[in-house]
């Protein structure tokens, strides 16, 4: 599981803190204000761990909802476990250790802010129309951007080939540890969008609006999730028209408010090393596009 390792290590230590303010107070004289120190150290790792949750697990949150969530989540624990002292014998609630606590806690989350490379990259949703594609694209964006993964493809035909692209698309999402929203398989909306289009060529008007479906669902979900840019994987296709695609990309980006990342990446060998990669991490690569009549027409063409 992506999120087990940001968890854990929060859960973990919360129930040390727990445990700690369990055990009955001293009677022995205790050095001037080193509770406090130790309140502070506490809620400083609590609050390192707990932005580190958060930052990872609600996507749509912006560096300011990231931190404020962060302190209000932090400080109810350790108003709550102060509370919890009163039943200790010998402890007592301290408003004072709540504060510090407080202070711990802000200190944390800071340095994860400032030293985390992930919180000062913009945001950018990928989508991605097959791990064999997606894999270059990823690798490649990954370094400029913080990166979502979006698996929305209803133009996919048959279900099992579906499926087949979506299980190696968990694959990469998992082994670049990058967070992967799956959108619905609206096949049977897909249809209704393209009929009377059957006949058209592979690259006709049919495909122009597969790739606005797919695209302005893109841009919703990126503005959605407060993306600053919005970028796919379709142009890593040899039959795909790069300049097309970009600029169905920028009408609906420049609708909701963000910023297609144009490009062709079939340049550069980006196809090539597409296939390199994706042999590498022994994905499926399918013979033709996606759509039943795309099969049909390039069912012995290697895109």
């Known amino acids: 599981m992506r999120h087990f390792r940001y968890y854990f290590p ?31 150290f ?21 560096l300011p909802g990231v931190f404020l969530t962060s302190i209000i989540l932090g400080s109810s624990f350790g108003f709550l ?38 919180s000062k990259k913009p945001k950018m949703l990928l989508h991605l129309c097959c791990a064999s594609c997606g894999v ?5 964006l990954k370094e400029k951007f913080r990166l979502i993964l ?21 694959k990469l999402a998992q082994g670049m540890n990058l967070p992967l929203i799956i959108g619905e398989y609206e096949v049977e909306e897909w249809f209704k969008q393209i009929k009377g289009l059957e006949e058209e060529p592979e690259g006709g008007e049919r495909c122009s609006i597969c ?13 959605k999730l407060n993306c600053s840019y919005l970028a796919t994987s379709l142009t890593v296709g040899p039959q795909k028209n790069a300049s097309v695609i970009n600029q169905i990309g920028r009408q ?22 597409s296939v390199i990669l994706s042999k590498k991490w022994g994905f499926y690569r399918q013979n033709y596009c996606g759509c039943i009549f795309s099969r049909r027409e390039n069912n012995n063409l290697k895109i």
């Open 252 to 273: 609906v980006a420049q609708k909701y408010g963000i910023i297609f990342y144009e490009a062709d990446f079939k340049k550069k060998e980006g196809f090539k090393k």
């Open 81 to 118: 476990d102060e509370i919890h002292q009163i039943f200790v014998p010998l402890r007592s609630c301290d408003f004072f250790d709540w504060l510090t606590d407080i202070l711990g806690i802000s200190a944390g989350i800071l340095i994860f802010l400032k030293t985390s490379s992930e």
């Open 150 to 170: 979006y698996f929305y493809n209803p133009n996919i035909h048959p279900e099992e080939e579906y499926k087949r692209r979506l299980k190696d698309v968990k």
């Open 211 to 223: 790739f606005r479906i797919r695209l302005e669902k893109s841009a919703q979900l990126a503005k």
């Open 136 to 140: 270059y694209v990823a690798n490649l």
């Open 10 to 40: 929060l859960i973990l230590w919360a129930g040390i803190i727990f445990f700690l303010s369990s055990l009955p107070g001293s009677t022995y004289p205790s050095l001037p204000y080193l509770d406090k120190v130790a309140h502070f």
């Open 42 to 62: 506490e809620y400083f790792i609590l609050g390192y761990f707990l932005v580190r949750f958060i930052f990872n697990f609600d996507l749509s949150l912006t």
